[in-house]
């Protein structure tokens, strides 16, 4: 049997990131053109300034992930820069599934759930790899190719029973 390989790369594109951002855009539009008073033209260009800053945040992040033989590695830019490898022999079980990032994890991005040990690195969906550690710590990372993750899971986990 070969080894097998997953990565997967994500940003934050999900539709509705997209429609927050477009109505950010039309509010600050509005209050700045249309709010009344007299300003400068370098004024209302100012105040989109943060409203930029945010939006180069926001393209910014990048979930990476990679399954191999030495464990599952992620990085979350610009959260955590350098990669973190969970290797299989820290590792207690993995597996790729459904979840609720809203109700589990207060959302999307680098969450931190203290009551649990738990942190999740996600950017979009509703679908996560579940890392438990030996310690007890958990680790969520999104995923959009479940089944690929899970058939590279099993491979290595089959190896290390």
Excluded at 7 to 20: G, I, N, T
Excluded at 39 to 51: C, D, G, H, R, V
Aim: proline letters at 2%; hydrophobic letters at 40%.
């Amino acid at each position: 049997m070969s080894k097998t390989i997953f990565e997967e790369k994500q940003r934050f594109d999900s539709p509705l990131a997209y429609v927050a951002l477009g109505l950010a855009f039309v509010v600050i539009t509005y209050t700045t053109f249309f709010s009344g008073g007299d300003k400068t033209i370098e004024s209302q260009l100012l105040s989109y300034l943060p409203f930029l800053l945010v939006l180069a945040f926001f393209f910014t992040i990048k979930l990476k992930t990679r399954i191999d033989e030495n464990g599952i590695h992620v990085s979350f830019f610009p959260f955590i820069i350098k990669e973190k490898i969970f290797s299989w022999s820290d590792i207690y079980s993995a597996e790729a599934e459904k979840y609720s990032p809203i109700s589990e994890y207060g959302g999307w991005g680098y969450r931190i759930k203290f009551s649990k040990k738990a942190k999740a690195f996600t950017t979009r969906g509703n679908k996560g790899i579940k890392v438990v550690l030996k310690d007890g710590k958990i680790r969520m990372i999104g995923t959009q190719k479940m089944e690929d993750a899970n058939l590279c899971i099993n491979q290595y986990l089959e190896k290390k029973a």
